[in-house]
């Protein structure tokens, strides 16, 4: 049975987080964090009004979540796919092993400027990048999941299943799990990476509208454009871990993921 929601609320540390805000704004206004563009969270508040009402957060907003959630959403569908053929089929996985591990040691920040230069300054550069840095938590995570422990297999083979069901009953509900971690890791790094391609690749989206505030001198709106980035991702994780929940609740609640 699921707990109530309002146990699920962190008051303590919802508590210290209003007691950081106060405590800074505190330190600025009196002068003892005496930083020229370290504005107090009232004035973070009036820039993030000030952006919602000139409509630029909003287009800024869109074009981020467009970016790296279709970005996501391709890594999503090409890494379990391939993650599943690999942890599944045993000489597939020791032919690809070289190339995945040489392709994975690549740092993913290095990819940005390849994608500029293939896709040019575009959305199209964004969804690249956010493709090719979700792809991985999930490719490997599907691969770890696939490997069900001999015992699952055992007990499939004293049943008498065939490999199909082998497959839908024990392999699959096994990977669960991790497939969902793998896509919740994919989904932080596809929106930190779509971010990083509007920074140095696409002016547009939230990215650039960060940089923008910042050369404009504007720290209040740049303050709460970082505020809007950790909102989102904080959101975009707890729809993933929401919708995880509904469609899988039984597999994640054997694994810990659901409280009862």
Known sequence: ??????????????????????????????????????PPPTVVAQGLGELVSS????????????????????????????????????????????SLEALRALPIVAFVPVAVLLFGFSVQTEIMVAFYAALWPIL????????????MLESGAVLRLSRAAV????????????????????????????????????????????????????????FAAVFVIGVTGIILNALVMGAARLAFRGQMASSGEVSS
Do not use: C
């Open 140 to 151: 490997l995570n599907t691969i770890s999941g696939m490997r069900t422990e001999p015992r």
């Open 55 to 98: 409509g630029e957060l909003g287009e800024a907003l869109g074009h981020t979540l467009f970016a790296a959630l279709s970005g996501w959403a391709l890594a999503a569908l090409a890494g379990v796919a391939a993650g599943s053929v690999l942890g599944l089929v045993r000489p597939v996985w020791m032919y690809s092993m070289a």
């Open 1 to 38: 049975m699921n707990r109530p929601v309002a146990r699920r609320i962190n008051v303590l540390g919802a508590a210290v987080f209003v007691l950081a805000l106060g405590l800074w704004e505190l330190l600025v206004r009196t002068s003892i964090l005496d930083f020229a563009y370290l």
């Open 167 to 222: 497959l839908w009953k024990i392999r699959l509900p096994g990977a669960t799990a991790m497939i969902v971690v793998g896509l919740r890791l994919g989904l932080s790094v596809s929106l930190v990476l779509t971010l990083v391609a509007e920074m140095v690749g696409n002016p547009a989206g939230l990215g650039f509208l960060l940089v923008e505030k910042g050369q404009a001198l504007q720290p209040g709106q740049m």
